[in-house]
């Protein structure tokens, strides 16, 4: 992006070869014989100095300089700011200080009309970008733009930092974007292919983490881009065996994030974590069965194989290991510390249907359909097979214990998860493909 400083025949190459190399005390003397030097820039490029303290993160000089009332929002040749460049080179001091200076996170680049937000997800700087979303929320971005406007911003060429993030392999950047309300279903304007979704731009790029966490928040594996085209064709163009065994659609369907529903918001921050985690090891589980003994063979979309992954999870477990609440998925999420086991479907419902009380300070926990007892941790429940039955793995114990907890589970709170056995049902729905049609079809659209 041409960051050289380009200064070598200028007379201000003093300045900019001690800000680059941070030599305060050079920089304050030659500033204190000439001030004027505050406001030259480099011969080709445009920095000032700012730029080129942000860009090699020397965070005193800086300061230093922004204390000299430099202006935060200087331009260079490519209309792009110090933050822009701080961004870019993940200095997150240098990104702290500029936002506490004021710095303008809606300002525009000339390359690609890209604000500091795009650059953080292009570059896949997690602290970075959470920095700059932390100021749009505090800042009078939320109140002028609207928070949710700001996070799915588009550059020149329809793309909006999930994309970007998306197509670079950044899943750390991928999540915090889609957790601060992201629209998983966006499509493009001229960027990648005309019409893609994050998700056909991950595929492209072959990222698997991406992949993982755009579907978990709802992605649609069935939406087409201008030519028509699915994200599971355009893995398989690109030979990215693993990803397009994923995106096949049919493949079991994932277990997805209900990030629709407004309370999930309200969620406390430890709580939403574990589910968050049950959820993403659970979908784990699922490219297992997926993957287990292909090597990436993968055979064309049929209606016909639509369920394979799911009955065959279900015929290797045994009828004890099948969740108690809806009885047709098996139990991949366990409760600890009371050790009853259910579905993850049947566990996001536990977890999310109850609105917190608005009146009480903290928020109140969770607790096992079962026992009643407060859920202190989820994990990953582990499911015996029958194959490993066969082999003897295991003893007679273990299998009568499971009987006797499915027993246990029967009769213990019976009454307190009929009601959440057909609310399960709703809410796999809810939080389905058409999930991300809701948030496509309510995408904001720039206007020119």
């Known amino acids: 992006m041409g960051q050289g400083l380009s200064c070598a025949a200028s007379p201000e190459h003093g300045l900019f070869v001690a800000v680059q190399t941070g030599d305060l005390k050079t ?26 303290a942000a860009a090699n993160g020397q965070i005193e000089i800086l300061s230093m300089l922004l204390d000299r009332s430099v202006n935060p929002d200087a331009l260079n040749r490519q209309k792009q ?61 939320a ?34 974007l889609l957790d601060n ?91 939403k974590a574990l589910l968050e985690q049950a959820l993403m090891e659970a979908n784990k589980e699922r490219e297992k069965t997926i993957l287990k003994g292909t090597a990436y063979s993968l055979p064309s979309p049929s209606s016909s194989h639509s369920d394979i992954g799911v009955e065959d999870n279900i015929s290797e477990a045994s009828d004890t290991e099948l969740c108690c609440i809806c009885f047709e998925q098996v139990c991949t999420i366990e409760v600890q510390d009371c050790g009853h086991q259910m579905c993850a479907h049947c566990t996001l419902a536990l977890c999310c249907h109850n609105k917190p009380n608005p009146t009480t300070a903290c928020l109140t926990p969770p607790v096992c359909p079962f026992c009643r007892s407060t859920i202190a941790r989820l994990v990953v429940a582990k499911i015996k097979s029958y194959e490993d039955t066969e082999r003897g793995i295991g003893d007679m114990s273990s299998s009568k214990l499971r009987k006797s907890r499915k027993s246990q589970n029967l009769s213990e709170g019976s009454s307190s998860f009929k009601g959440l056995a057909s609310m399960g049902g709703s809410f796999g729905k809810m939080g389905g493909r058409n999930s991300g049609r809701i948030a496509a079809e309510n995408e904001w659209v720039d206007k020119p």
Request: aromatic share 8%.
């Open 27 to 52: 920089v304050e003397a030659l500033l204190e014989r000439d001030p004027a030097l505050l406001h030259h820039t480099t011969v080709y490029d445009r920095h000032s100095a700012l730029h080129v």
């Open 81 to 141: 700011t110090p933050l822009m460049l701080a961004v870019m080179h993940g200095n997150i001091s240098c990104v702290r200080r500029l936002l506490e200076a004021g710095a303008n996170i809606l300002m525009f680049d000339s390359l690609n009309r890209r604000t500091c937000l795009h650059y953080a997800a292009y570059y896949g700087h997690a602290d970075c970008l959470q920095a700059i979303l932390y100021a749009a929320q505090s800042s009078t971005v």
């Open 181 to 271: 309300g992201a629209l998983v279903c966006a499509s493009t304007g001229g960027y990648g292919f005309p019409g893609s979704t994050p998700l056909h731009v991950a595929a492209r790029g072959g990222s698997l983490d991406c992949i993982r966490e755009l579907l978990a928040w709802g992605a649609d594996r069935f939406q087409r881009d201008a030519s028509g085209r699915i994200p599971y064709v355009v893995a398989l163009k690109r030979k990215h065996g693993a990803c397009a065994a994923l995106l096949n659609p049919s493949s079991a369907e994932p277990l997805v994030w209900p990030s629709p529903l407004k309370f999930i918001g309200e969620l406390n921050q430890e709580a």
């Open 143 to 176: 109140v002028s733009w609207g928070f949710a406007r700001f996070v799915n911003i588009r550059d020149a060429r329809g793309a909006t930092p999930l994309h970007l993030a998306a197509r670079q392999r950044r899943p750390e950047c991928v999540h915090i």
